[in-house]
C-alpha cells in the first residue's frame, strides 16, 4: 500500500481521527463516514456520482453463523448525504456465485433481477447496476468514483499508456465498457493479472481505488487522484493554449448578466416545445475559457464521456450562433435566427436515436437540448427542475475540465454514439425513469408574486412551492424579505426559490426582479399582483398624498408588473396566467374607504382590461378577492386596522370575529384560504377560464358578482 500522506494541494483531506475512533469497530459506520467525507469535495465526485462499499463479517440471521456481507451505495442517492438506509447489503457468496449462472453481455439485464436473491439485509437500498464491480473485487473497502482529474487521463486518447507510465504500472486498467455484471469479472481479472495494484481506471468512465481499512482506502483514493491532479496540472497550457487560444473575449459581467436574462425567456420558450423546462445560467470562468475557445467548434460536439456526465448533459450541447453583444430586443428576429438551430439539434437526435436503437428500446425522449452554450456570455441549461438542470450544468462543468486535462496530455476522446446512446435508452435507466414520482400541479412552471415576504403572499409563495413551482419573493422592505428568504431556505432549500427587492412603483426594481427569475429559473409563467396597502380615513381626512399613494402601489403596481411579466412570457411563447389579489371592497360599499375601495375597482377592472388583450397569447388574467384577512399581514398590523375598528365602532381585537360573523359561512379567512383560490384558478382545472373573479370571503352576500 502507498505511504499515507495528508498532505494535498488538489484535494481535500477531511479525516477526523477522534470522529473516526468514535466508529472503530463499526465497518458500515466507517463507511458511511468515509463516503460523506468523499462526497463533499466535488473534485473526488460529483453530485449523485460514484459509489463505496466494504465487506463485514454479519450473524446470518437463518443460521446463526458468520458470514461476510458487502455494504455498497445503493441505486441513486449521493455520497455526500448518504446514510445506512441509502446502501444494500449483499451476502458475498450468493454474489459471487451469479457467475455460474450468467449467460453473457446479452444478458446483462437478467442479473440485476438475480441481485435480489443475495440481498442480507432486507430493509435496505435496491442494489444497483455497478454492485458486481465491487462484489468481485476481494478488499474489505473500495472506493469507485468519477473524479475529473482521473476522467481525463481516462478519457484521452492514449489513456492506457499514459495510466501505466504515470503510476508505474500500480494502477491497472480496463477499456471502456459499460456497468455491469461482465465489467465486475473484468476488474477481478485486471487485479488477478497485476496482483498488488493499487486500483484500477476504467476507460473513459472513472476511477477505483481500494484498502484493507476505511482509512487506507479513504488515503489511497485521494493519492491517486492527487497524482492524477498533479499531472494535469504540470502539462496544461505547457506544449500547447488550453482549448486553442482565446477565440472572442467574454463582456464584461454585468452585460453578460443582462444578455442572460434577456434571452432565457426565449431560449425557455424553444426548449419546451415538449413540456415545460426550468432554467439555470452560469458563467463560471470555467466555462468561458471553455466557450469563449478556438477549439469549441472541434470539442463541442463530440460529447462528455463519463456516463454520469453523459446521462445528464445528452449526447451534445448546442452553441448558439449570437454574437455576445447582439441587440436582442425583437423577440421575433431572435427567434427566427435561433429557431433553426433549435430544429437542426431536434434533427440530429432523432438521427442518432433512429440509427442507434434497438428493437425494444424505448420511445425516444424530448429532442430538446440539455445545455445550450453562448459564447462570450455563459452557459444555459435546461430540465424538468431547477435542481436537475443546475446539477446538467455541474456536469458539463466537469465534462469540460475532462476536456481541458485530456487536451493538455493527449487528445480527448468522447463515448462512440453508439455506447452513449446503450446508456441513455438502457431499459434499466428506462425503469428508473418510469419509477420517477408524478410531476405535481405545478411541476416546471415559474412564479413572481409581489409582497411574497409576508401574509397573503408569503401563502401564496409556499402553495406554490409545495405544488412544484419555483418561485421569485420580493418585498420593497429588506428586512423583512431576509427574514423570509431564511424561512424558504430551511423549508425548501435553495433550488426552490430566489429572492429580490421590488417596489412595485419603481420600474426598475420590477425589471430587475424578472431578470432575477430569468436567471435564476430562466423567466416566468405565472405573476401575481399581491402587493398592496391600506389607507382607511373619512373623505374630509383623505389627502392627496393618501391618493397618489393608494393608486400608485394598488393599480400603477399592478399595471407595471403585468405589463414587464407579458413581455417575459410572449419571449416564451408559452401562454401564462397573471393572477390579481383585489378585494371585496371592489364590489362592496363601505365607510371610510374611497381612496382604497375606489383603487380596488380599477384593479379589477383593468384585470378585466388585460384579460381582453392578452387572450391571444394564451395569457390568462384572473382575479381572487379576499377580504378581512388579518393573520401575518402587514397592512392590519398598522393604521387600517384602528380605522376600519373605528368605523365599525368595535375594537382592533374584535375585528376576526366581527368579520366572521358577518359571512354566510362565519369563517375566519386565513392567508392559506387565498393560496389556495390562487392554485385552483393555475393548478391546470381552470386552464379555459380568463377574465374571471373568485370571491375568498367567507360568503359577504354585497361583494357576489352577480
Known sequence: MPVLTTQFKHVSYLWDDARAASLAGDEVGLLIYRSNLLGADLRLTNYGGGNTSCKAMAKNPLTGEETEVMWVKGSGGDLGTLKKNGLAALYVDRLRSLKNVYRGLEFEDEMVELFNHCIYDLNSKAPSIDTPLHGFLPFKHIDHLHPDAAIAIAAAKDSERITKELFSGTIGWVKWQKPGFDLGLELKRCLDENPG??????????LFTWGDTAYES?????????????????NIGKKKPVFGG??????????RLQQAATLAPVLRGLCSSAKNM????????RVLEYINSNDLERLAPLGTSCPDHFLRTKISPLVISLSPGEELKGVISIKEKLAPAFEAYRKMYADYYNSCKHPN???????????????????FTFAKDKQTARVAGEFYINAINVMKGAEAISEYTSLPRQEAFNIEY????????QRMPKPKALSGRIALITGSAGGIGKAIAKKFADEGACVLINDNDESRLQTAKGEFENQYGKDIFAAEILDVTKADTIKKAFDAAALAFGGVDIVVNNAGISISKPIEDHTEKDWNLLYDILVKGQFLVTQAGTEVMRKQDMGGDVLNIVSKNALVSGPNNAGYGSAKAAQLHLSRLNAAELGKDNIRVNVVNPDAVISDSKIWAGAWAEGRAKAYGITVEELPSFYAKRTLLNEIILPEDIANGCLAFVGGLLSKSTGNILNVDGGVAAGFVR
Not at 278 to 285: E, K, L, P
Not at 426 to 433: I, P
Request: proline share 7%; hydrophobic share 40%; with cysteine.
Open 426 to 433: 438502457w431499459l434499466l435507466e428506462e425503469a428508473k425513469l
Open 246 to 255: 482565446v477565440k472572442i473575449p467574454s463582456l464584461p459581467k454585468e452585460k
Open 361 to 379: 428500446s424505448p420511445s425516444i425522449r424530448d429532442a430538446n437540448p440539455v445545455v445550450i452554450l453562448y459564447p462570450g456570455v455563459g452557459m
Open 218 to 234: 479513504y488515503v489511497n483514493t485521494l493519492e491517486v487522484i492527487e497524482r492524477c491532479a498533479e499531472y494535469l496540472q504540470d
Open 197 to 206: 495494484i493499487r486500483g484500477i481506471m476504467l476507460g473513459s468512465h472513472g
Open 278 to 285: 426550468i432554467g439555470h445560467f452560469t458563467d463560471d470562468d
